[in-house]
């Protein structure tokens, strides 16, 4: 198998994920590099044009002045006085230079070895280089040819300039174009640092201060008004992160303590028992009730232990995986039965209502232990002879079950509180067999109903206490 390979290179990487800064510079000197590159070619391109064209006017402006005087020029005294003319222009100017040719070695004018060499449009408008030997740069020429004249035969001239002062000035622009823009990226580099540090300033404070927070300081919380708008989203939905983690924290150390706190009154009869047990001799008979007696509060332990287990594995997202099609009202009376002796010893009746058909897939096993906390509840909290009703409906996309029991009202602060670990209306009030449960029955209901995609809740009306949850039908 082979590594995925990332389209940046790995020398490129490290800065950029690890700075925002080095990412900001890096950009803007990016950016920069366009720009001044963009406006150098662009200005060269224009310069280089102009300075052609006024190249090009130059020398159709001479030749068209030279050309008036060679085409009057029709014997070689008047030719005399053309040479003397040219000889004192080129001595006027060193740049320029005359070349004529014709058939007649009387009629020419200048050293014609390189130009005879070289292809030359004798049409008045092309430019066209000649190269001479000494010279770094071509001579720029423009030809035209003049018609024989009197004694005249036909002649070639030609008027050449030097293109050393346009090829220098070319190259100084793009040298002081390039120094500038290099001097540009550096300055652009310089100032988008610095740019970037303060505008990463809010952020480096609100790091700074999320180093302070530690479990101990949960309350703390990022002052949102002095960030800017940005930051401030950012700051509010890291409150938002930190106050659920306050409450959930919250929550957890209440629950250690409420499990320290179950655990300890079994333990304490456990270690009490045992040591009155082995304070004097006692018969085989009397061991035998005192381990009897332990190990009742042994499984009462266990049970909570079990307990905490199921709704750890819950609280880890365990769904219901082994869910199977099931009719509600023959789960709910396979559980109704397996209370009848004790319905008997209360002389209360349990009715089952409501949708009979009702059908949905679930963890039997995981239904009839949610719903025999519910059942134990209501006989636990049911005056004697009381009747219990289970209703099951139907519902859009869920089945709903309630196990409604009459006796004293819950009050409504209590309400969203029931299924809580450990919660307990009164901690005090003991049960029909003189014990009290520890508050995590309807803990598991709601577990129940989360792993199956519903949820639990509890009415309290008109001396009706209705208790119950939702499973998903499929
Ligand atoms: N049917 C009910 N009528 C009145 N109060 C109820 C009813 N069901 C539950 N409660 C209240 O809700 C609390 C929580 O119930 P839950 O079943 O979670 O705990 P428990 O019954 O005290 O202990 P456990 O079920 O773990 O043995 C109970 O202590 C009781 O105060
Ligand atoms: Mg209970």
């Known amino acids: 198998m082979t590594e995925p390979t990332s389209p940046r ?54 030749l068209n002045d030279i050309s008036y005087q060679i085409s009057r020029a029709g014997n070689t005294e008047r030719w005399g006085r053309v040479q003397l003319k040219l000889a004192t222009l080129s001595q006027a100017d060193q740049h320029v230079s005359f070349w004529i040719d014709s058939k007649d070695a009387r009629f020419t004018y200048g050293d014609l070895t390189h130009l005879r060499s ?3 449009a004798d049409d008045g408008k092309s430019v066209g280089r000649l190269h001479l030997p000494g010279r770094q740069y071509p001579v720029h020429i423009m030809s035209r040819t003049l018609p024989a004249f009197e004694e005249r035969p036909e002649v070639q001239v030609t008027v050449g300039v030097d293109g050393a002062p346009y090829f220098e000035m070319r190259r100084t622009f793009l040298l002081a ?32 201060r999320a180093q302070n927070f530690t479990p101990r300081k949960l309350s703390a919380r990022m002052p949102v008004e002095s960030l800017p708008q940005e930051l401030s989203v950012l700051a509010e939905a890291f409150n938002g992160a930190l106050g659920r983690i306050q409450e959930a924290y919250t929550q957890l150390e209440a629950f250690n303590a409420d499990v320290a706190h179950e655990l300890r009154t079994p333990l304490a009869n456990l270690i009490g028992e045992t040591q009155v047990a082995l304070a004097r001799e006692r018969s085989a008979g009397e061991f035998k009730g005192v381990l009897q007696s332990n190990l009742e509060e042994l499984d009462r332990i266990r049970s909570i232990v079990n307990d905490m287990l199921f709704l750890a594995r819950s609280d880890q997202g365990e769904a219901a ?14 559980t109704v039965d397996f209370f009848e002796f004790v319905l008997d010893d209360a002389s209360m009746i349990i009715t089952v209502a409501g949708d009979t058909e009702a059908s949905a897939m679930m963890e039997t096993a995981l239904f009839k232990r949610a719903l025999t906390n519910l059942i134990q509840n209501a006989i636990q909290h049911s005056p004697v002879g009381a009747l219990i009703r289970i209703d099951i409906s139907n519902q859009e996309e869920t089945v709903r079950v309630a196990v409604t029991n009459p006796g004293a009202p819950i009050d409504e602060q ?51 206490n209705s208790i119950g949850f939702t499973i998903a039908r499929d």
């Not at 995986?321 to 396979?334: F, G, H, N, S």
Request: glycine share 8%; no cysteine.
């Open 9 to 62: 290179q790995p020398w490129l990487r490290l800065p950029l994920r690890q700075s925002i800064t080095a990412r900001l510079v890096l950009m803007s000197a990016a950016s920069a590099l366009f720009i001044f590159a963009l406006a150098g070619i662009v200005l060269y391109t224009v310069l280089k044009g102009e300075l052609l064209r006024h190249e090009r006017d130059g020398l159709f402006t001479t």
């Open 118 to 120: 070289t292809q030359v």
């Open 177 to 208: 174009t390039t120094v500038f823009s290099l001097l540009g990226i550096v300055l652009a580099v310089i100032s988008s640092y610095w740019i970037a540090r303060a505008g990463l300033a809010p952020l480096r404070r609100m790091s700074a």
């Open 321 to 334: 995986t082994a869910r199977v099609p099931a009719r509600l009202a023959d789960e709910v009376q396979k």
């Open 414 to 464: 209590h309400l969203p509180r029931l299924f809580d670990r450990f919660y307990r209306v009164d901690s005090a009030r003991q049960d029909i067999n003189g014990s009290h449960g520890h508050g995590l029955g309807l803990a598991i209901v709601k577990a129940v109903a989360r792993m199956h995609g519903g949820r639990a809740f509890a009415y309290s009306h008109g001396g009706y």
